[in-house]
């Protein structure tokens, strides 16, 4: 008689750092404390009315399979949205709907490397990228940046100096997570001379794309894409553009006929994404372009927020992103992990505390990251100047 | 200037038998031709009223990310359904709520075996097990069985010898896919001591444990999880039950600790499951307990309706299965999946054709099932009586 065994891989997959500090955050609201959450992306603007309407007026019976590589419905409204975006190249065949912008990720990984290939990604990156590589066996290598020139991409030798005969893709999300950071038009040539010129592809996280607080508009790696079918994959989501993280709706765009073949394979393994998410997103045709505006209003007003409240703290390094919704911020602690928890744990302000990501999840590289958070700014100003005042207070508390 | 490779585990995935023939069909439909479809497992049944009525009855804004292993509200029906199957061990941290049964699938898998660790399962099996393994890079190992005893268990002794230390696990369905052979208990309790006395998991794929023709009841290995923690894996999904397979809803139940602690790390690593879909579930505590004794009882009609039109074909083999909506059948001709590309590209009586199942699909041992199809009576009897003519009158017009 004998207990059976598990997995090496398994028992050693990374544990996402964003909700790590989850248990902590529960017994203080358990315990009665107001826990203001920056630790992840899951903003608390409203769903666009249009989406909703689209479950009331549901009718469709019986729920069945959607297509495997998503319903022709919403296909053709993603077409619809991508060429009012200005992406006139890309036709139906090329959008394949996903379980969310993670399912996305993991195929295009999938798709372009074998168990101990590598894919570079510049650092810091999103945590789940580790661990969805870690679970397709296949090794991230951090491109090395930091807060001093907000995170912007190192020289094209830099770069180049990592790729090996195992590097298969450079990964990349802009505007970034967890930096916030967006590459303009030279960064984003010289990722694609250098996927050209090694013969990789380059993997685009877009999923930011319509929050951008400058004037710049958003480079997309679509535009190229006819002249470079099989170098290029585009990753998208409803999730933060829509306010709709709980619909698991990704698309992963490319030219490339190969990897989508593959990801059709990969596609009927799993049989079907959600056909009630997948209709419903069919009304993102209805929403109208306000709804941006005014989101991407929203979100520079609280980034403009942060950033004036975070300077007023002493020994805090921050910078000012062009994108998305999450800021790097440089702690005066040797451990923003031990901080974070001691906020959790012990630390109140009018019995409230916040809960942040710790920043060294975000690293793969040793020892970088430790003094650094991630701060979501997904609640409104007024609970983000609450949230920065527990925050200089605590560090008062913390080293006092 | 180099295009990129793509991976060579890509290139090597197998295509879903189930769907293979879809180009097929697809030109026969466009051409106006009407196609039954019997290869694929999406009942016709309609979805009961009570999950739709959640729908239409939303107020969930914005639709915010559901939690990693399943919505509490979700888990508490859920709960209270497998209390009702007098599974009372059950409590509420030994269910986890995965994207589909074929999440639930693969992150069994994942947790079990390492690249190259072999999986055994009775062989034919459920097509997709083949795609979800070879993904993860697991090999699996057929357990023969065959149709002239309706798809049984082979003895202890001949399953022992297909174990060696690259063994992890035993899976199986029951009632199964494609065979809708249903094991009883003497065979459950075989493979419990072979998983007990190797020392190996044994996971069950359990997702049509309604549909049960036989007075017998489901046999399942929930209730034994208690005696045996660190062995059993249960496999669930609302899909076939509900007539719910776009709602992707699958469940992992165990009672090992180290099985939950990795499936959680795989859940964290892709976020969130669909809220809407987890949110509807919840629904399932006010469907009556007669909308599986209706889908029952309509299932069976069609088994006795399909089997008794079979047998009046010459040189067509089956048995009676006891559960599910499948039948293995074996046809008078050297390739079935030639028949089947014939019926939809050729054969039409009245301008209607069927689409079948290639069982080879269904096998991986080589020119196994070659001669088999697999058929989903998941179209009304009617419907039922005419597919089976139309197979009837396509053999002699194959044949002849």
Redesign the interface.
């Known amino acids: 008689?004998?207990?059976?065994?598990?997995?090496?891989?398994?028992?050693s997959?990374?544990?996402?750092s964003i909700?790590k500090l989850l248990p902590y955050a529960k017994k203080a609201i358990e315990s009665g404390v107001k826990v203001i959450k920056l630790n992840?992306g899951?903003?608390?603007?409203?769903?666009p009315k249009q989406?909703?309407a689209a479950?009331?007026d549901?009718n469709v019976?019986?729920?069945?399979?959607?297509q495997?590589a998503g319903e022709p419905e919403l296909i053709a409204s993603l077409l619809d949205y991508y060429h009012k975006c200005g992406y006139k190249e890309l036709k139906t065949e090329d959008i394949i709907v996903t379980?969310?912008g993670?399912?996305a990720l993991?195929m295009a990984m999938?798709?372009?490397?074998?168990?101990d290939?590598e894919i570079l990604v510049p650092e810091p990156f999103f945590a789940?990228y580790s661990?969805?590589a870690q679970?397709q066996?296949i090794k991230l290598i951090p491109i090395p940046t930091n807060i001093d020139n907000g995170f912007r991409l190192p020289s094209k030798a830099k770069i180049e100096k990592l790729i090996n005969k195992r590097t298969?893709?450079i990964l990349y999300s802009s505007p970034g997570n967890p930096t916030g950071t967006t590459y303009n038009k030279q960064e984003i040539e010289m990722l694609l001379q250098i996927?050209?010129?090694?013969?990789?592809?380059l993997v685009s996280d877009e999923v930011y794309r319509e929050y951008i607080f400058s004037d710049d508009k958003h480079e997309s790696l679509v535009p190229y894409m006819d002249e470079y079918p099989?170098?290029l994959i585009m990753l998208d989501s409803f999730s933060k553009r829509y306010?709709?993280?709980?619909?698991?709706l990704g698309m992963l765009v490319t030219k490339?006929e190969?990897?989508k073949d593959?990801v059709l394979?990969?596609a009927?393994?799993?049989?079907?994404?959600?056909?009630?998410?997948q209709l419903?997103g069919s009304a993102l045709k209805q929403v109208p372009n306000s709804h941006f505006k005014r989101s991407t209003k929203e979100l520079k007003k609280r980034r403009d927020v942060v950033i004036k409240h975070l300077n007023s703290i002493k020994g805090v390094k921050t910078y000012i992103p062009d994108g998305a919704f999450y800021l790097m911020v440089e702690l005066p602690v040797n451990d923003a992990e031990d901080f974070s928890k001691f906020l959790l744990e012990k630390f109140r302000v009018d019995n409230t505390t916040v809960m942040l990501a710790p920043g060294r999840g975000f690293y793969l590289t040793k020892n970088k990251g430790i003094n650094e958070i991630r701060i979501a700014y997904v609640v409104n100003s007024e609970e983000l100047i609450k949230a920065i005042d527990i925050i200089a207070k605590g560090l008062v508390a913390y080293s006092g």
């Open positions: 008689m004998a207990e059976a065994s598990t997995s090496l891989r398994g028992n997959l990374n544990y996402s909700r992840i899951d903003p608390d603007l409203k769903t989406f909703i479950l009331h549901w019976d019986p729920i069945r399979y959607a495997p379980i969310g993670s399912e993991s999938f798709a372009v490397a074998d168990i290939d789940n661990i969805l679970q066996g298969k893709a996927a050209k010129e090694k013969g990789i592809y099989n170098n306010n709709l993280c709980g619909a698991r490339s190969n990897i593959i394979r990969l009927n393994g799993r049989l079907s994404g959600g056909l009630i998410d419903m």
